[in-house]
Structures are given as C-alpha cells and as structure tokens.
C-alpha cells in the first residue's frame, strides 16, 4: 500500500510563500501522474495543479504563475512552491497519486488518483 506524507503547511501573510512536501512511500518506473489538491471550508475539493512522468505540468487558473509544482524522484517526492499567496489560497492541501498510464481526461477529478495522503493546513491572512 502506497503512502502520501504531506508537510510545509503553516500560516503566513498574503503576498508570502510556503513549499509544501509530499513523501511517497514508493514511487513507481513507470508512467505516473501526481497532483496537489485542495479544500476550503464549505468548498468543493479543487485540483491545483499536476505533473506526470515526463515532467508535464498542469495549473488550475487561480494559481498560475504564483504556484509551481515539481518533483525528485529520487527522493520519492513531489514539492508546490506557493508565491504571492492570497486569502482565497487557504485550505487543506492534498497530494494525490496515480501510478498508472494516464490517458487524458480531467486530471483535476478525484477519481483519477488511486492514493491520497492526509493533507496540510495552509492559512493566508490578509
């Protein structure tokens, strides 16, 4: 069973930054797709943003240009770079694995991503 360690969640003024973390217990050789999530209060989950095997990415319009998504597969770990954080950017965030060929369709849909981890707090204060 895959796991998902999230960390790098905090509080911080708008306009400031955080990078979140996130540990795979394996990480696959072949074709994947990892993502971050994301959930406020009251608010249906959104999907921020995505990277696959080949390193293309994916950004939802809200954060883009202000967030950047990586990863280090040799550390078994994906990583979101947050940049001129707003208030609206509050939520618990959420890393998500599919360690399958993805064939297109909505990467933002849950459904997609067979491991979740826990998520990771992250408050932005006028």
């Known amino acids: 069973q895959v796991q998902l360690v999230e960390s790098g969640g905090g509080s911080v003024q708008a306009g400031g930054s955080l990078r979140l973390s996130c540990i795979a217990s394996?990480?696959?050789?072949?074709?994947?797709?990892m993502a971050w999530f994301r959930q406020a209060p009251g608010k249906a989950r959104e999907g921020v943003a995505r990277?696959?095997?080949?390193?293309?990415?994916n950004y939802a319009d809200s954060v883009k240009d202000r967030f950047t998504i990586s990863q280090d597969n040799a550390k078994k770990s994906l990583y979101l770079q947050m940049n001129n954080m707003k208030p609206e950017d509050t939520a618990l965030y959420y890393c998500?694995?599919?360690?399958?060929?993805?064939?297109?369709?909505?990467?933002?849909?849950?459904?997609?991503?067979?491991?979740w981890g826990q998520g990771t707090q992250v408050t932005v204060s006028s």
């Open positions: 394996q990480f696959p050789y072949g074709r994947y797709l």
């Open positions: 998500a694995a599919r360690f399958a060929a993805w064939y297109g369709g909505p990467w933002d849909a849950g459904y997609v991503y067979t491991y």
């Open positions: 990277i696959d095997h080949d390193g293309s990415t």
